[in-house]
Antibody
């Protein structure tokens, strides 16, 4: 079964840092680009960023709202993607989803999400 | 950045009736358009990609149409499990990948 499981969410103060993990199973992780998408409570979906596979030099891209503060990385040895979040703001409060990219750039598998709350 | 606009914001439909949801892009996205379904407390689920291709396991009552900048998701006969929020997303001009604001389909 193809599965993505996020972890690492929690409560953090403004200006703080947090690292989210996404454990993948049931598919060839090394061949897939991976995304992070977030959703504030009662709001719509917002793309956060993407990391490509090794063959594509692990290229990353980020939404303007997080550029310079968030970094995506991956570890092929344990089929895990990461979202490193620094200088967190209250507006970063959301459920964060890890998502697999299909071959033609749409998003075909979503994790269950992990909640990040930025508050003092 | 391509802006995606969905209408209506909320659609009230009796069970068994047809639901038609619209999605408009600020510029052409060819057929690079996906639809997702999200139920309360759950992650989104891929329904349609390539504007009209159903994802694995998606019932035939879901159909997508359109190309360029105008798209439609049709649910031919609404079942109880179909009441949810539906999002369109373009993946033609990326990054960024952009979503519509969603259409909530509720029971009338």
């Amino acid at each position: 079964e193809v599965q993505l499981v996020e972890s690492g969410g929690g409560l953090v103060q403004p200006g703080g840092s947090l690292k989210l993990s996404c454990a993948a199973s049931g598919f060839t992780f090394s061949g897939s680009a991976m995304h992070w998408v977030r959703q504030a409570s009662g709001k719509g979906l917002e793309w956060v960023g993407r990391i490509r596979s090794k063959i594509n030099n692990y290229a990353t891209a980020y939404a303007e709202s997080v550029k310079g503060r968030f970094t995506i990385s991956r570890d092929e040895s344990n089929s895990t993607a990461y979202l490193h979040m620094n200088s967190l703001k209250t507006e970063d409060t959301a459920v964060y989803y890890c998502v697999r990219q299909a071959n033609y750039y749409y998003m075909d598998v979503w994790g269950i999400g992990t909640t990040v709350t930025v508050s003092s | 950045e391509i802006v995606m606009t969905q209408s209506p914001a909320t659609l009230s439909v009796p069970p068994g009736e047809r639901a038609t949801l619209s999605c408009r892009a600020s510029q052409s996205v060819s057929s690079n358009l996906a639809w997702y379904q999200q139920k309360p407390g759950q992650a989104p689920r891929l329904l349609i990609y390539g504007a009209s291709t159903r994802a694995t396991g998606i019932p035939a009552r879901f159909s997508g149409s359109g190309s360029g900048a105008e798209f439609t998701l049709t649910i031919s006969s609404l079942q109880s499990e179909d009441f949810a929020v539906y999002y369109c997303q373009q993946y033609d001009d990326r990054p960024p990948w952009t979503f519509g604001q969603g259409t909530k389909v509720e029971i009338k």
